[in-house]
Nanobody, 117 residues
Framework: QVQLVESGGGLVQPGGSLRLACVAS????????MGWYRQAPGKQRELVAT???????NYADSVVCRFTISRDNAENTVYLQMNSLKSEDTAVYYC???????????WGQGTQVTVSS
């Protein structure tokens, strides 16, 4: 069982930046593909970015060149640096961990990001 706790959300003006963090419990963090997803009101949850155990990254087209996902395996933490934020980035952001071999997956409870002037 893996528990994920997100932090770093909040209210920011358009063009601003935020950094989200997700801390995972357990001793096998490096074996998980970590991801950030988001869900806006009335919309389905969508992929934002993922990072493999080896550090390979993948981004949604809507966030390329604005968001950066990274991980610190020593601290069991995955980050999402969000720059040049737009109103359409407003959503609840969720952290997900998926085991590389078993594909078992776990979700955090989410953190609200609101981009508004």
């Amino acid at each position: 069982q893996v528990q994920l706790v997100e932090s770093g959300g909040g209210l920011v003006q358009p063009g601003g930046s935020l950094r989200l963090a997700c801390v995972a419990s357990g001793r096998t963090f490096s074996l998980y593909v970590m991801g950030w997803y988001r869900q806006a009101p009335g919309k389905q949850r969508e992929l934002v970015a993922t990072i493999s155990s080896g550090g390979s990254t993948n981004y949604a087209d809507s966030v390329v060149c604005r968001f950066t996902i990274s991980r610190d395996n020593a601290e069991n933490t995955v980050y999402l640096q969000m720059n040049s934020l737009k109103s359409e980035d407003t959503a609840v952001y969720y952290c997900k961990a998926e085991h590389t071999w078993s594909r078992s997956s776990y979700w955090g409870q989410g953190t609200q990001v609101t981009v508004s002037s």
